[in-house]
């Protein structure tokens, strides 16, 4: 009777052992699948795909020229591939990828990947995006080499470049904030890595942390990053909460529409991400500190010589160009067609944007939020570069508007500039 117990005992006890291990793989497999999907949307927050994927290329296979004023880049190939991608590499050797900007052998890696920011990333985000791009279909493309200028092509250099605008940690959460503050700052300052395009980079290619967020020249694209801090003359000071994130997550609000580097960044990344995380990250944004920024400065005697020779001829263009779509006064059709009148981007110290929207045009992404946006047509073909400075400048100065005149310098020199 003991030994039939025993036996009946086992039985039942391999019989649930049996059922257990498909519903504890099942389980795993599901636990995976989650991990896999939270790793896609934070990629999408890193916006990995804008820099490791060639126009019209395979996702991920990298390759993709970025031109610095120390050389050209090429962006390595981080798909599962076992030979040419990540496909050997662990989630430990991932994690200190991001963490440290070292790659798996050791090397340093140059600032053009934004391990500055992503080091902020922590270890679970990582994982789940190394699990994500393990299961991305493999691409075998040979990474390019660089093709950089001596000195700059040589690595150990980097070590002053690290000492000087490096600092490895992971995001540690304000105690005294909100939480959705400290999520909108981890968003914007690890995977986001914002501050990258929008804070004035130096001579050595490092972002001046005083002027953390006031906007900056994109050497590689040649457009201009605009304050993000809360001055009211040239950031977000009266920008509100919806308009913030209304620009983010659809590209177009009732303050304006993106365009350039920006919409490539809305219809890569933003537009993907939740309502939420896009609000936590315009209350983030919203709560910069306001900081010298980018202030109107008294015209001098020359500049308003070159306003009163320039902007009869530029108002002419504009009443039979501009005014259709963008109105007499400049107030616009939001969100369809932005302002002009009382638009900070337009009146930046820096007029590249509205001299490079005048010649090349452009579309804010389509979006989820606004599938069919309306475009602005280029007009380089048809406006010489006296005329295209006379737009611009009547569009800078008009209406209370108090931007400097262009000249027809800058109109030239851009005219050539790369579209993205």
Same mark, same amino acid.
């Given at each position: ?17 049996? =059922? ?27 916006? =990995? #795909? ?6 019209? *290329? ?28 990540? *496909? ?97 700052? $981890? ?32 050497? #590689? ?19 509100? #909460? ?28 933003? %537009? ?52 259709? =779509?963008?109105?007499? %006064? ?15 981007? #337009? ?46 400048? $009547? ?26």
């Amino acid at each position: 009777m003991l030994r039939f117990r025993h036996i009946r005992a086992l039985t039942v006890a391999v019989f649930m052992a049996a =059922c257990a291990a498909p519903f504890a793989s099942t389980a795993a497999q599901a636990a995976d699948a989650a991990t896999i999907k939270r790793g896609e949307y934070l990629a999408r927050a890193g916006d =990995c #795909i804008a820099c490791h994927t060639l126009p019209a *290329g395979k996702t991920f296979g990298g390759g993709r020229p970025m031109d610095t004023p120390f050389g050209t880049l090429y962006t390595p190939n981080i798909s599962s591939d076992k030979e040419t991608g990540l *496909g050997q590499w662990t989630a430990d050797e991932f994690y200190a990828m991001m963490h440290t900007g070292k790659s798996r052998d050791g090397s340093l890696l140059y600032p053009a990947m934004p391990f500055a920011s992503y080091t902020k990333v922590t270890r679970a985000d990582s994982d789940a995006i190394y699990a994500f791009l393990m299961s991305t279909p493999p691409v075998h493309q040979p990474n390019r080499p660089h093709e950089l200028r001596f000195p700059f092509n040589q690595r150990q250099l980097l070590l002053g470049w690290r000492s000087l605008f490096f600092k490895e940690g992971e995001y540690q959460p304000d105690p005294k904030q909100s939480a959705e503050w400290n999520r909108g700052a $981890y968003l914007v300052e690890g995977l986001g890595h914002c501050s990258m395009c929008h804070t004035a980079i130096n001579a050595l290619g490092g972002n001046v942390s005083s002027k953390a967020f006031e906007g900056g020249l994109i050497p #590689i694209q040649n457009w201009y990053a605009p304050s993000l801090t809360s001055n009211k003359e040239a950031g977000l000071g009266d920008w509100s #909460i919806e308009d913030i994130v209304g620009l983010l997550h659809a590209g177009v609000s009732n303050r304006g529409a993106v365009y350039g580097p920006m919409a490539e960044v809305v219809y890569d990344s933003l %537009q993907y991400l939740t309502e939420e995380d896009v609000r936590a990250m315009s209350v983030y944004l919203k709560a910069l500190p306001a900081r010298s920024g980018d202030k109107s400065e008294p015209p001098s005697q020359a500049v308003v010589e070159q306003k009163t020779s320039l902007s009869p001829l530029g108002k002419k263009i504009y009443d039979a160009q501009c005014a259709e =779509c963008h109105a007499a %006064q400049g107030q616009g059709k939001p969100p369809d067609f932005p302002p002009l009148a009382n638009n900070q981007s #337009i009146v930046m110290s820096s007029a590249v944007n509205p001299i490079r929207m005048v010649l090349n045009g452009g579309y804010p992404p389509g979006t989820f939020k606004n599938p069919k946006p309306y475009g602005m047509p280029p007009f380089a073909q048809s406006l010489s570069d006296v005329e295209v400075a006379a737009v611009v400048t $009547y569009i800078r100065t008009a209406w209370g508007n108090r931007g400097a005149p262009v000249t027809v310098k800058e109109v030239n020199e851009l005219r050539s500039a790369p579209l993205y």
